[in-house]
């Protein structure tokens, strides 16, 4: 069972707004920063969002992150089947010393 | 950027030492800028850290695998280290090696899938 809780599915047509959320603590999501990673099938996870919600060049404005207390959330606008993707949530965690993630939200582009 | 390649054997027999290697090229370990670190993945599942090291060799572990594991570097090759003794089935897994910057993971290295059978 992941630290961080996140949807395990989530879905949306070409052009909506989809958001995914994903719950923590104090000792992690409460007192340090989140980040946001997008994994397709495959591959290995990419960095999408970082510190709650700073984009890494080459990541769309489509892209956006928030935080608020202990729950975190990842924001895509403009959907796009090129945006179906496990998109996971992560952030350090002080008792443990290390990062903690989420379980992955599985997101289909109907 | 630093880019990250793990190597290793990809099978590994059941309660013997599972052993990878990661290189980091595009930038040197003994570098305050990053630190290296190892995530893994079951099939089909989410992420789970197993542990990294900061460039002074000291090193942090997933309390749920400690008891088990060695994590190295080497600067002058520039790279890290990973052994994990007495693997299961339940520790069949893509390995990842990744670049840490203050905490945050900014580089994954391609993985590595280890599978335990005998």
């Known amino acids: 069972q992941s630290v961080l809780s996140q949807p395990p599915s989530a879905s949306g047509t070409p052009g909506q707004r989809v958001t995914i959320s994903c719950s923590g603590s104090?000792?992690?999501?409460?007192?340090?920063?989140v980040n946001w990673y997008q994994q397709f099938p495959g591959t290995a996870p990419k960095l999408l969002i970082y510190s709650d919600n700073q984009r890494p060049s080459g990541v769309p404005e489509r892209f956006s992150g928030s935080k608020s207390g202990t729950s975190a959330s990842l924001a895509i606008s403009g959907l796009r089947s090129e945006d179906e993707a496990d998109y996971y949530c992560?952030?350090?965690?002080?008792?443990?010393?290390?990062?903690?993630f989420g379980g992955g939200t599985k997101l289909t582009v109907l | 950027q630093v880019q990250l390649q793990e190597s290793g054997p990809g099978l590994v027999k059941p309660s013997q030492t599972l052993s990878l290697t990661c290189t980091v090229s595009g930038g040197s370990i003994s570098s305050t800028d990053f630190f290296c670190g190892w995530i893994r993945q079951h099939p089909g599942k989410g992420l789970e850290w197993i542990g990294h090291i900061y460039n002074d060799g000291s090193p942090f572990y997933n309390p749920s695998l400690r008891s088990r594991l060695t994590m190295s570097v080497d600067t002058s090759e520039d790279q890290v280290s990973l052994k994990l003794n007495s693997v299961t089935a339940a520790d069949t897994a893509v390995y990842y090696c990744v670049a840490m910057f203050q905490g945050v993971i900014v580089n994954w290295g391609q993985g590595r899938l280890v599978t335990v059978s005998s």
């Open positions: 104090s000792s992690n999501i409460g007192s340090n920063i």
């Open positions: 992560a952030a350090w965690d002080d008792s443990l010393s290390g990062p903690v």
